[in-house]
Structure formats: structure tokens, C-alpha cells
């Protein structure tokens, strides 16, 4: 069992900075493939970005040169610049790997992030 716990989401102006954590607890996530996902107020989940064991990234085109994400040990960060209003929403850490043939998807509680124009 993997726990997600994200945190760095506040109020930022547009072109402003924000740098979301997610601190994976209960097992090592070094094989696991992390991800960001978002979700709008009337709208779906939609992905954001994703990291690989081997450290292997990619991105939505809507946030492609703006959002870097990185791991370290049992965390992952999102380093989001040049945030638009268009990127408010709640942002969810999700984990997924594979153990014994069996898939696992955790998923964290989210962190809001309101970018005002």
C-alpha cells in the first residue's frame, strides 16, 4: 500500500510560480511510474505530467516548457512557471506500478491551485 500526499498549492498570479509536492509513504516508489493529474470545476481528470523509474518524462501539450516534474527517493515535484488561469484546478500525485503480475493505482488527495488573473 502506497499513501500520496501532496502539498504546495496556493493563490498565485498569472506568470507567477508554484512547485507541488507529493510525498509517497508505506512502500518505495522507485519502480513506479508518478504522475500529475488536474481537475477543473466542471470538468475531467485530465494528466499533467508523468516520470518513469528510469526518470523518463512527458507532459501535456498545454503545459509542455512551462511544468517540470522530478522525483527524489520517495517524493515528486511539479515545478509549474508561467501558470495561466486556464491551470486552476485541484492537482492529484498518482502512483502506478507493478508487483507479482498485479497493477497498482494510488492516487493522493489533490492540492488546489487558483492562478487569478
Known amino acids: 500500500q502506497v499513501q500520496l500526499v501532496e502539498s504546495g498549492g496556493g493563490l498565485v498570479q498569472t506568470g507567477g510560480s508554484l512547485r507541488l509536492s507529493c510525498a509517497a509513504s508505506g512502500r518505495t516508489i522507485s519502480g513506479y511510474r508518478m504522475g500529475w493529474f488536474r481537475q477543473a470545476p466542471g470538468k475531467e481528470r485530465e494528466f499533467v505530467a508523468a516520470i518513469t523509474s528510469g526518470s523518463d518524462t512527458n507532459y501535456a501539450d498545454s503545459v509542455k516548457g512551462r511544468f517540470t516534474i522530478s522525483r527524489d527517493k520517495n517524493m515528486v515535484f511539479l515545478q509549474m512557471n508561467s501558470l495561466k488561469p486556464e491551470d486552476t484546478a485541484v492537482y492529484y500525485c498518482?502512483?502506478?506500478?507493478?508487483?507479482?503480475?498485479?497493477?497498482?493505482?494510488?492516487w493522493g488527495q489533490g492540492t488546489q491551485v487558483t492562478v487569478s488573473s
Open positions: 498518482n502512483a502506478v506500478g507493478t508487483l507479482g503480475g498485479v497493477t497498482y493505482d494510488y
